[in-house]
């Protein structure tokens, strides 16, 4: 497992980030809106993810564009992430972009080790996954959720299915009295990936 790390190494704040090799040049751009967007120190540690569309499935489930199926291997890439939060004197948040942002949900809902959750346009269309919020409680306090409003106006059957699914989200967590807002961005998924991100990240850090 590889660590991309920025911030401040001492900070009493550490966020985790499941990373795909097209995000990796846009971390330093990351960073540096993070610390704009919020005074607080904080330690980024941006876990490498090999194979993207495996390693960050809680289950498998067919391709959703393409003949890239996604696999079952969140389990895993969590127990490596886990390793890095031995320190009971910090706080840790997990989140990212797309499938990761709905790898650090299905994560808060499978450890009480992250305080809150900033999930930007995460994969919300991901099959079963509404059903099984509903059936495993949340372990965090805090959940950030982000949507781009070009992205469930697409032609794809499944993955149009992203704002509703989003939308019974929010109003799910809500109604389980944890901390969960909403934000719309411009645009389509693919848009200011490092800006959304980094917007989640500040918001979880506010708490």
């Given amino acids: 497992m590889k660590i991309y790390e920025y911030g401040n190494k001492n900070?009493?704040?550490?966020?985790?980030?499941?990373?795909?090799?097209?995000?990796?040049?846009?971390l330093e751009a990351e960073t540096h809106e993070i610390k704009r967007l919020t005074n607080m120190d904080f330690r980024l540690m941006a876990v490498h993810i090999k194979n993207w569309n495996r390693d960050l499935s809680p289950w498998p489930a067919p391709a959703a564009f393409g003949?890239?199926?996604?696999?079952?291997?969140?389990?895993?890439?969590?127990?490596?992430?886990?390793?890095?939060?031995?320190?009971?004197?910090?706080?840790?948040?997990?989140?990212g972009y797309s499938l990761a942002g709905l790898f650090s949900l299905w994560a808060a809902h499978e450890t009480k080790f992250f305080s809150a959750v900033a999930a930007a346009s995460?994969?919300?269309?991901?099959?079963?996954?509404?059903?099984y919020m509903k059936s495993h409680e949340i372990k965090c306090s805090g959940v950030y959720l982000s949507l781009g409003d070009?992205?469930?106006?697409?032609?794809?059957?499944?993955?149009?299915?992203?704002?509703?699914?989003?939308?019974?989200?929010?109003?799910?967590?809500?109604?389980?009295?944890?901390?969960?807002?909403?934000?719309?961005?411009?645009?389509?998924?693919?848009?200011?990936?490092?800006?959304?991100?980094?917007?989640?990240?500040?918001?979880?850090?506010?708490?």
């Fill in 11 to 26: 900070a009493a704040a550490v966020l985790i980030q499941p990373v795909g090799d097209h995000e990796l040049a846009g």
């Fill in 67 to 95: 003949n890239d199926a996604f696999g079952e291997g969140a389990k895993d890439t969590l127990e490596e992430i886990m390793q890095l939060c031995h320190d009971e004197g910090k706080r840790y948040i997990i989140g």
């Fill in 150 to 207: 070009k992205e469930e106006k697409i032609k794809n059957p499944i993955m149009k299915k992203v704002g509703d699914c989003i939308r019974e989200a929010h109003s799910y967590l809500e109604g389980r009295g944890i901390n969960c807002t909403l934000e719309w961005n411009q645009g389509n998924h693919f848009k200011d990936t490092e800006i959304r991100t980094a917007k989640a990240f500040a918001w979880a850090l506010a708490l």
């Fill in 122 to 131: 995460p994969s919300m269309w991901f099959p079963g996954f509404i059903d």
